[in-house]
């Protein structure tokens, strides 16, 4: 068996230490030669001396610096360190790399994660906002390429291993789950009262902070319709969500004949993140045993589109498509970090996101330039409102 080079773009986040973890208890079947990450050089650090990969690159020029100079002028000789978008796509294309784990969160993660399909790699995609805002360019240029894309969301994953050895000419249409995030079954005024803290309880995942409060509006659901529609080659009408607080099932097919196939496991990121890593193989014990006698039940029902709109903003996205997209995801960004900052109230994310999507006329979203100017135009947009709030 030969040993799988993997370069983790955005090694710092959660997706990328689970990655790490799993790379760590089977050393003779990963090598880690490239990690980039954002401003936590202390954590990369650690990471640099437990996996000596051959390049690094963070965000700028000061991080950086702060990382050579942490790490001593020996060990930084022989390690190249890059910065910027243009040091972490370089990463990102490394030759010497076999699978390419694209986990940075938001849109930063379009450039480097273009970059890596490009270089024709095999890529575990877990930042979904990519998807979402170029998924159209992305699955093209994959294509043109010869990248793979191999979904590391927990829901796609489900969806590709149930829909793995049949036709999809047969698939009728997908269900993604959701686990309605902590505050299902809450009125709207209770909900106007919650705290960035309250948000980032999430019951039943452990995730990085972006995502749980996606979750907790079910924007997240809505971010991973998108993001099916372009790994599937699926329609809006062809990909449903229902609620199932237990995270167990974590996605079903549903086939013509009305035969549904789900997925399950424990709820635990590094399940999905090691089929990605290994696929078509899989690796053992990775996550603990499912033991339903212990669950006992399995819930699901309908999501809760009044309490909870975002997930019916990004249909909405998705129906009206080219930019409109992008334009979900860049308000969501801003209404998060704003939300994050006690600058506006966890109901406010919503009303952005729609003021925004209001005030947009759809263009196309043929080519970069157009999606990332559309982004621009929706962060400026969603930041002069979060001000008259
Ligand atoms: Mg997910």
Known sequence: MSIKRITILGSTGSIGRNALAIVARHRN????????????????????????????????????HALEKKIGRRKSAR???LFGQEGISAAAEYKKSDFVLSAIVGAAGLVPGLAAIRAGKTIGLANKEALVMAGRIMIQQAK??????????????AIFQCI????KSDVRRIILTASGGPFSGKKMRELRAITPAQALNHPSW????????????????GLEVIEAHYLFGLPAEKIDVIVHPQSIVHSLVEFHDRSCIAQMSVPDMKAPIAYALTYPDRLTDVVHALSLHQIGMLTFRKPEM?????????YRALREGGT??????????????????????????PLLIKKTMDRHTVQS???????LEADRWARETAKELVQKL
Request: aromatic share 6%; with cysteine; net charge positive.
């Open 206 to 221: 452990k995730m990085g902070r972006k995502i749980t409060i996606d979750s907790a509006t079910l924007m997240n659901k």
């Open 365 to 371: 979203d043929k080519t970069l330039p157009l999606v």
């Open 79 to 81: 390690l190249r360190i």
């Open 164 to 167: 793995e050895g049949h036709k």
């Open 144 to 157: 043109k390429y010869g990248a793979t894309l191999l979904p590391v969301d927990s829901e796609h994953s």
């Open 324 to 349: 409109m997209p992008s334009v979900l995801n860049a308000s969501n960004e801003v209404a998060v970090h704003a939300f994050l900052k006690g600058a506006i109230r966890f109901t406010d994310i």
């Open 29 to 64: 079947r990963f090598r880690v030669v490239a990690l980039t990450a954002g401003q936590n050089i202390d954590l990369l650090k650690k990471q640099i001396h437990a996996f000596s990969p051959e390049i690094v690159a963070v965000a700028d020029k000061q991080a950086a």
């Open 306 to 314: 009044k309490c909870f709109p975002c997930l019916a903003y990004a």
